[in-house]
């Protein structure tokens, strides 16, 4: 198929269920931020999975070839997985600047990194239990999860990411071996801080891919809409994925109108092509869609392409985020038709 649809990660949680306003009110928690949850503790697990139910159907419903759980279960993109380690203190949390320079709450890093039990297996189990698409789960990546977190242990960050990226690596495998279609891993300080990403970052990526033999995918972008809102018009890194095991590429291009030429740079990997803009609350036509996804095609191959939103779509009001995938599901078509696959 040309032009298959997916999304980066995250669907919008409803309202029974997270504290929408308090989640939007604050930068995404690094440590567990349980407060954000309406439902009590005893009931908390049905709830999400009710929660995740509904994600699933919807992007059934507005036509997605690839599905994710919705990260429902989740209070970030990374705190689920990184508080799960050993070697963290999280009772006595530390501090680091978030990529929009606050300081923010962080796990401690106290002992070794090691991977104590699989995290995500069980979500990604209830995902296929609940459809019969193509499913795609995520994992925080390793040199996000160190510049997410306070060091006190470790001589270098070099070797910090090196047990994080061993952690990732493990979780991966098992996920590919639960059947896991696609894995993602999420990167988005390797664009905030490229000096350390080129310096250690990208080894530790391709540590976390290790014998790594299914699909998989690095998102790299310039944060949440909601919570950043200037965007560059280009990566600080990106073309240094061409050097990543990685089968896929997820990149933003809408609401920053990337210049797509560094796309040319990307050694021939598949592109998921952020083509949903996250801060216009608008919802597209499916012309601008394949327009935006027309200014790719300027520079990769057709079969390259995945269309996808630009980043997570956790902070947008739930039918916004809907009619936003149903236009991207409907300019897929339009690209189809255009180019013979319909």
Known sequence: MLFPTTIVGSYPQPEWLIDRAKLAGRFPPRVRARELWRIPEPFLAEAQDDATIVAIRAQEEAGLDIVSDGEIRRESYSNRFATALEGVDLDNPGTALDRSGHPNPVPRIVGRIRRKRAVEVDDLLFLKAHTDRKTKITVPGPFTMLQQAQNDFYG?????????????????????????????????????????????????????????????????????????????????????????????????????????????????????????????????????????????LEHVKPEQVILAPDCGMKYLPRDVAWGKLVAMVEGAKLLRREFGAA
């Open 156 to 296: 270098s960050e070099e070797e910090a990411a090196m047990d994080y990226a061993a952690a990732v690596n493990e979780e991966i495998q098992d996920l590919f071996a639960s059947g896991a279609d696609v894995v993602q891993i999420d990167e988005p300080y390797m664009q905030a801080r490229p000096e350390k990403a080129r310096q250690y970052g990208l080894q530790a990526l391709n540590r976390a891919l290790e014998g790594v033999e299914g699909t998989t995918c690095v998102h790299i972008c310039f944060g949440y809409a909601a919570v950043i809102h200037a965007r560059p018009s280009g990566y600080s890194f990106l073309p240094e994925l061409a050097g990543c095991k990685c089968r896929q590429v997820s990149i933003e291009t809408a609401q920053s109108h990337l210049d797509t030429r560094v796309l040319r740079e990307l050694g021939g990997k598949q592109v998921l092509v952020g083509c949903l803009d996250l801060n216009d609350m608008e919802v597209e036509t499916p012309q601008v869609v394949a327009d935006r996804i027309r200014r790719a």
